[in-house]
């Protein structure tokens, strides 16, 4: 089993930043996909940002150019730094990571996500 454990979030005025921080734990054997998800009151979860092994990141086009995924992979975290924050960036954000658990003599996959973190934005 892989848990997930995020810390960050808050609330800002548009304009300001925030830091979201996710940490794995767990019998991880390999991690292939960290990212995170939102979703907002009434609307679906939707990619905001993710990350494969050995790829460039992934942005939604409503953050590109604001959010910045980092991913650590000797730690297990990822984080999202969150800059010039508007009004719609306002939801829950979700972690999630997907890779395999167990060994090398035994591994099976996993996808994990975050209890979720509040992110408000407002004046």
């Known amino acids: 089993q892989v848990e997930l454990v995020e810390s960050g979030g808050g609330s800002v005025q548009p304009g300001g930043s925030l830091s979201l921080s996710c940490a794995a734990s767990?019998?991880?054997?390999?991690?292939?996909?960290m990212g995170w998800y939102r979703q907002a009151p009434g609307k679906q979860r939707e990619l905001v940002a993710s990350v494969r092994s050995g790829e460039i990141p992934n942005y939604a086009g409503s953050v590109k150019g604001r959010f910045t995924i980092f991913r650590d992979n000797a730690k297990n975290t990822v984080r999202l730094q969150m800059n010039a924050l508007k009004p719609e960036d306002t939801a829950v954000y979700f972690c999630?990571?997907?890779?395999?658990?167990?060994?090398?003599?035994?591994?099976?996959?996993?996808?994990?996500w975050g209890q979720g973190t509040q992110v408000t934005i407002s004046s």
């Open positions: 999630y990571v997907e890779g395999m658990t167990g060994s090398a003599l035994g591994a099976t996959g996993f996808a994990s």
């Open positions: 767990g019998t991880i054997f390999s991690i292939n996909t």
